[in-house]
């Protein structure tokens, strides 16, 4: 256990559907990250949340947002899905922004 | 986005080989961090590095920081079946914007 808590595990889901991924970071960790890794592609880093505060941005789609609430958890929220949304949606957490990175065992999304 | 280059993209080896990769880039980091992904979980960090010229070992794991700053490389020795899994080479550039730039990692296969 990594100590970085991702739920669901699993998601199914229609095409113009909206869904949640939520993420726990580490004890301690104020930095939540979100990455896409898409069948046989590496990790997409989708954006960077600090203490509650966006601080990165990537490749994120206008149709995908996140946030980060008081407690720190955060939440990735997608929307309008298609297809190509299909993916493993991975958080990490870090104690500040220049560290590594532990990563949740993330989120299977699968759109239909 | 930038990436990292990482090479080889796959390898298939002999149980007992000795495994190398590596990771170069056009800038300058401060700082090369090496993953482990098995399938279906989150990367798992294997090593980090902080200063050029570092070499740093955990078990049969060793890896170093390229005086350069620009390059690091793997290496694995006397692989076993467990090794089995995608090897991700990642960056922290040495600039105000810190941000973790990734390799697409080396997919290592094992034949017992």
């Known amino acids: 256990d990594s100590g970085v808590t991702q739920t669901p595990k699993h998601l199914i889901t229609a095409t113009g559907q909206r869904v949640t991924l939520r993420c726990s970071p580490r004890?301690?960790?104020?930095?939540v990250y979100w990455y896409q890794q898409s069948l046989d592609q590496g990790l997409q880093f989708l954006i960077q949340?600090?203490?509650?505060?966006?601080?990165a941005k990537g490749n994120i789609l206008e149709r995908f947002s996140a946030q980060q609430f008081p407690d720190l958890h955060s939440e990735l929220n997608l929307s309008s899905l298609e297809l190509g949304d299909s993916a493993l949606y991975f958080c990490?957490?870090?104690?500040?922004?220049?560290?590594?990175?532990?990563f949740g065992s993330g989120t299977r999304l699968t759109v239909v | 986005g930038q990436q990292l280059n990482q090479s080889p993209q796959s390898m298939f080896i002999q149980e007992g080989e000795d495994v190398s990769m590596n990771c170069t880039s056009s800038?300058?980091?401060?700082?090369w961090l090496w993953y482990k992904q098995d399938p279906g979980e989150g990367p798992v960090l294997l090593i980090a590095?902080?200063?050029a010229g570092e070499l740093t070992s955990n078990g049969r794991l060793t890896a170093q920081f390229g005086i350069t700053r620009k390059d690091s490389f793997l290496n694995i020795s006397a692989s076993i079946p467990s090794d089995v899994g995608i090897y991700f080479c990642?960056?922290?550039?040495?600039?105000?914007?810190?941000?973790?730039?990734w390799g697409l990692g080396t997919s290592l296969a094992v034949n017992p």
């Open positions: 990490a957490s870090s104690v500040g922004t220049g560290s590594g990175y532990t």
């Open positions: 004890s301690g960790d104020l930095s």
């Open positions: 949340y600090y203490n509650g505060e966006e601080r």
């Open positions: 800038s300058i980091f401060n700082t």
């Open positions: 590095l902080y200063k």
């Open positions: 990642a960056g922290l550039n040495a600039g105000n914007n810190r941000k973790l730039i």
